[in-house]
């Protein structure tokens, strides 16, 4: 397996995208070279070094800032910077080449009261953010996409150095989508409204939806947030807490584009993502073909320092990461399945693992059942719709699934039974921003994105008021 540039340190150019490149790259097409088209996600790609007819290059790729200074390592709270209540700081260390990037402080208990004090002082009737213009605050939100976009290329380089996320993909992907997520909700901040209702007797009735207070957003979530919440004022929870998703492909579909999309929803930011669709279920007329096509394809990608040209995976994210994923690849060993490529460290230095393929899987293996989080794709053998179905609602997740198949009745009819709060046919990992997000079961409650994320945020209040004469 190809291996570029692992430890050395990216000096190039700071050079800009064009507008159309902003607005084109693809999250779930991801083949041999990275980069390949994939429509109606919101987020697909075109040829970034096209040439005119004069054979001179159109667009230019961005790269990555050179050596850029670390500044803010602090608390953000207020709008200013502060030291840590305790003074301890939190190593942060560069998976690529397992130096020490810097130093951040490390926020407890206190701090997070300090937070949630000032939010709640922002939050006080005829505070200068509850008497602004709902427009204001979108207006507001707009200036923050701006100038996300403004250091876009600083912070996809910060994003690779800090994760080991592929420089190009956190540029397309992750900072596009940061950007257009602040614009959508800019756009709601003055259309959030109630209803008026034409209630019995003499009365004049509307609703109001409010917000309900400051927020704590954790990451990671669990149970223990959910029993905290309970045991404390009833806090509302919305929690997405990962999932092992299926994904299903027929004999009848687009077999090249079936493989193409199940490596990139696999294999997307080092398999480190938790829409991966790790349960990849083929039917048996195709099996082995799958198989087949699959391990060319992951063989062929190309591991590397995420700031460099041509790299199409990075490393895990931390240590402990990487053992957890090296553990559970033993397990598949142990327990069976074929290890049809990878299943090693993927170098000297740094977190990296080849990417890894497995077939025979059983649905009894660990790495059937346990989110893996990681280059680690299991491919199962199935011979009817009922028992796929049954098969992959088997699981305590249910966040999203994938159907790939020409037949429409086949589509509908399979995507109806799947547990899951996302589906994609013929496509997967096809994210949008006004589309909701969230997951069945163990995958968690509540929604994000879209207008159905408002209702998280939300309390719906009515006021009916006596009047001396109804008309209606």
Request: hydrophobic fraction near 35%; proline fraction near 4%.
């Amino acid at each position: 397996m190809p291996v570029i540039g692992v430890g050395i340190h990216q000096s190039g150019g700071t050079a800009s995208a064009s507008p159309t490149e902003r607005k084109n790259y693809s999250l779930s097409s991801q083949p041999a070279n990275g980069y390949e088209h994939q429509s109606g996600n919101g987020f697909n790609h075109q040829d970034h070094n096209s040439q005119n007819a004069d054979g001179l290059e159109t667009n230019a790729l961005p790269t990555p800032i050179a050596n850029p200074q670390i500044v803010y390592t602090k608390v953000f709270i207020g709008n200013e910077w502060h030291e840590s209540c305790s003074g301890r700081k939190i190593p942060v260390y560069n998976p690529t080449t397992e130096k020490l990037l810097c130093e951040v402080e490390e926020a407890d208990s206190d701090d997070v009261d300090k937070a949630v004090r000032s939010a709640r002082a922002a939050f006080q009737m005829g505070s200068p953010w509850r008497s602004m213009d709902a427009s204001d605050r979108g207006h507001l939100l707009n200036r923050l996409a701006d100038l996300v976009e403004r250091d876009r290329l600083l912070l996809a380089t910060l994003e690779a150095l800090n994760c080991g996320k592929v420089f190009l993909v956190a540029y397309f992907v992750d900072l596009m989508a940061t950007i257009k997520t602040l614009r959508y909700y800019s756009g709601w901040a003055d259309k959030i409204h109630g209803k008026t209702i034409p209630v019995d007797g003499e009365y004049f009735t509307y609703t109001r939806h409010e917000p309900i207070g400051v927020c704590g957003q954790i990451i990671p979530v669990g149970k223990l947030i959910q029993k905290a919440a309970g045991e404390s004022n009833l806090k509302r929870v919305t929690l997405e807490l990962g999932g092992k998703n299926p994904n299903i492909v027929f004999a009848d579909c687009d077999l090249e584009y079936a493989v193409e999309q199940a490596h990139s929803g696999l294999f997307f930011n080092q398999g480190q993502c938790c829409l991966a669709g790790s349960r990849v279920f083929v039917e048996e007329p195709i099996y082995e073909e799958f198989v087949r096509r699959s391990v060319e394809k992951a063989r062929s990608k190309v591991l590397g320092n995420p700031l460099l040209p041509g790299v199409d995976q990075g490393p895990q994210i931390n240590q402990k990461q990487f053992n957890k994923i090296m553990e559970l690849i033993e397990s598949g060993k142990r327990e069976g399945a074929t290890l049809e490529c990878g299943g090693s460290p993927g170098g000297q230095q740094g977190l990296f693992i080849q990417p890894t393929v497995f077939s025979n899987v059983r649905d009894h293996m660990r790495i059937a059942k346990e989110e893996i989080f990681g280059p680690v794709q299991q491919i199962m053998c199935f011979r009817s719709i009922s028992e796929v179905i049954e098969r992959a609602n088997a699981t305590q997740y249910g966040l999203a699934a994938g159907v790939f198949t020409n037949d429409i009745n086949k589509a509908l009819t399979v995507s109806s039974a799947l547990q899951a709060g996302m589906v994609w046919v013929n496509c997967y990992n096809a994210m949008s921003i006004q589309c909701p997000f969230g997951g069945f079961k163990m995958s968690g409650n509540g929604r994000e994105l879209g207008e159905y994320a408002l209702q998280e945020y939300t309390e719906i209040k009515a006021v009916t008021i006596r009047i001396s004469q109804k008309s209606s």
